[in-house]
């Protein structure tokens, strides 16, 4: 079982910066991948960033150049670096962990409760 609690959304303006933290407990040692995903209302959840366990990273086009997900395995927290914010950046984010867990290393997935995002124009 892992926790993720995430921390550090707020309300920012245009063109501001934030930093997202998503601590994550329990057995941490079985998480394979971690990501930031975004939702507003009536739309799906979308992935914005995410981390392999071999240090490889992905980014939604929308978000490369101004975003930067990091890990400090030590701590077991990923952070999500968002620069250059803008309105439509407005969401709630969400930390997502994948875990491989058991003797068949079964995949298990974890989501924290989300921290709202506010950008105002």
């Known amino acids: 079982q892992v926790q993720l609690v995430e921390s550090g959304g707020g309300l920012v303006q245009t063109g501001g910066s934030l930093r997202l933290v998503c601590a994550a407990s329990?057995?941490?040692?079985?998480?394979?991948?971690v990501g930031w995903f975004r939702q507003v209302p009536g739309k799906q959840r979308e992935l914005v960033a995410d981390v392999n366990s071999d240090g490889s990273t992905n980014y939604a086009d929308s978000v490369k150049g101004r975003f930067t997900i990091s890990a400090d395995t030590a701590e077991s927290t990923v952070y999500l670096h968002m620069n250059s914010l803008k309105p439509e950046d407005t969401a709630v984010y969400y930390c997502n962990a994948v875990a491989e867990e058991g003797p068949n290393a079964n995949k298990y997935v974890y989501w924290g409760q989300g921290t709202q995002v506010t950008v105002s124009s």
């Open positions: 329990g057995s941490t040692d079985s998480i394979v991948a």
